[in-house]
Structures are given as structure tokens and as C-alpha cells.
């Protein structure tokens, strides 16, 4: 018996316009009517998430890919990184000139591009761009041109004296070995070929949903979890029923226990259906 459910939101939970389906609403509205609990499992952070999720009303939020976890305003699980370890992620990205934010429990701060990224209409104008977009060369010319190059540039920001979640690089997936090498004390997720989402080692939106389950007394095999991407991988293999959209990343379709219709064609109230969740 599936007692929560847990979804992914960008390419999964809302469209390529950052809004929910109506079956999407319905869905979510007869799963909760039934008792079973419904939240998000995202990279994004608390920060204006309630527009990220088009105003859902959800009962758990997995944020940070699992780093910060909360109901309602009892955070469940924190996981920030430790200080020797956010001091070499700044380090790097002072020295290099790279762009980069960082994410808190309330606020976000850095890179203004990187910032500006975040924003809503910003993330739909992402998805229309063509794949061949040189974002190799696009990411050295935000370097370039960056209008703030101090040495310092992000070891003096406040929001350094708070605990760290995540942080969220301007970077080519080209790039892969080269970051692992430089920064071995953390964990890279990615959810798209722009930038990669770095978390404290060992993270993951499955152990986010694992410290929360604890928290409640539910099995892993009494969970659901919807995603699309490589960061949701590991999260639909650990669950009872893992489902990826038919828009997802083709590996993340060979690992799901099944496969809906997209997230702009009623993929998640069909699964449901298809499961007699509702």
C-alpha cells in the first residue's frame, strides 16, 4: 500500500511553462483525500519553491537534493556542508571567476547570472534552447566578462556565516572530471547540460526521502516517486514504485519500474491511475 509520493518538478511535476496540469491538480487533490501523503523531491531549495511548484499543496518537501527536509515548518533533516569543505568550493570559485550561488534556508545569494538563472521565466527560456548550444563557450564569456572579478568575490558574503545546503555552478558537462578532481569532498548532481548542483558528499534526494520516512514510520516499499532526469535515478530504484516520465532521460527509463506519458500529457494522473492510487 503506497502511503507517500514524492515528485520531481521541473520536467516532471509542472511543464516546460513551470505550470501544473489540471489532471495534475486532480491527481494530487484524490491522493490526499485518500490519506496518502504527497511532497516534492527537487534540487531546487525552499526559496520561492511555492511558485516553483505552481502553489501545490504539498505535505513534504525533500529540497537540495536531500539536504534540507521539512513539513510544514518542522525541518525533518539538515545537511549543510562543513566549513573546510564550503571554504574550498569558495576558494575555487573565487580563483577561477566562476559563477555560482549559494543556497541557504531562507535565501540565496552569489552570482547575479547564476541567480537570474533560478528565476521562472528565465528556466522556461532555457528549455527552448536548440542542443547544440555552445554552452561550453557560453560559460567561458560569463567568465570573461564577468562584471565582478575580485579575488574575494563570494568568501565575502554574508550569507557564508549561515549553513550552506547546496551551491549551483555555471557548468559544461564537459567539464565532469575536471570538477571531481578540484572539489573530491562533495557530490555533483546534474539536471541539465548548463549546471551542476553541488551537495556534501554522499547526499542524495534518496536520502532525503530516507531521513523523512524514518520520521514517519513508512517503508521504502510503501513510497512512489516520479522524476525525469540522472538526479532522479537513484530515487526511483529506491522506492517501492519508481516512475519516470515519458519525457525522461533514456537511462532514467531503463531503471524506472514504469514509464507514464509526459509531463505535458497527464503523465502523473495516468500513472496514478494506472496503479489504482486513485
Request: hydrophobic fraction near 40%; glycine fraction near 8%; charge should be neutral.
Amino acid at each position: 500500500m503506497i502511503k507517500a509520493i514524492f515528485f520531481d518538478i521541473d520536467g516532471t511535476l509542472v511543464t516546460k511553462q513551470s505550470k501544473a496540469l489540471y489532471s495534475t491538480r486532480l491527481a494530487i487533490q484524490q491522493a490526499r483525500k485518500k490519506g496518502i501523503m504527497v511532497g516534492v523531491a527537487t534540487g531546487r531549495g525552499p526559496v520561492h519553491l511555492a511558485e516553483r511548484i505552481d502553489c501545490l499543496t504539498m505535505d513534504m518537501f525533500v529540497t537540495y537534493n536531500g539536504q534540507l527536509v521539512y513539513q510544514g515548518e518542522e525541518d525533518v533533516y539538515q545537511h549543510a556542508f562543513e566549513p573546510d569543505v564550503l571554504k574550498e568550493i569558495v576558494t575555487f570559485a573565487d580563483q577561477e571567476h566562476r559563477q555560482i550561488i549559494f543556497g541557504g534556508r531562507r535565501r540565496v545569494d552569489g552570482s547575479y547570472i547564476m541567480r537570474l538563472s533560478q528565476v521562472g521565466w528565465v528556466k522556461r527560456v532555457a528549455t527552448m534552447m536548440p542542443s547544440w548550444f555552445p554552452v561550453r563557450t557560453t560559460k567561458g564569456l560569463l567568465q570573461s566578462f564577468s562584471p565582478n572579478r575580485s579575488k574575494e568575490r563570494y568568501a565575502r558574503l554574508s550569507i557564508l556565516q549561515e549553513p550552506i545546503y547546496q551551491c549551483v555552478l555555471f557548468s559544461a558537462e564537459s567539464e565532469t572530471e575536471k570538477l571531481e578532481r578540484r572539489l573530491p569532498n562533495v557530490t555533483f548532481q546534474r539536471s541539465n547540460p548548463y549546471s551542476v548542483d553541488i551537495i556534501p558528499k554522499g547526499g542524495s534526494k534518496l536520502l532525503g526521502i530516507q531521513k523523512f520516512l524514518e520520521a514517519n514510520n513508512i517503508a521504502f516499499s510503501e513510497v512512489m516517486a516520479f522524476g525525469d532526469n540522472l538526479n532522479d535515478l537513484e530515487m526511483l530504484k529506491g522506492v517501492g514504485i519508481g516512475v519516470a516520465m515519458g519525457n525522461a532521460e533514456e537511462e532514467t527509463k531503463a531503471h524506472a519500474d514504469y514509464v507514464t506519458d509526459t509531463n505535458e500529457n497527464d503523465g502523473i494522473y495516468k500513472a496514478l491511475k494506472y496503479f489504482e492510487i486513485i
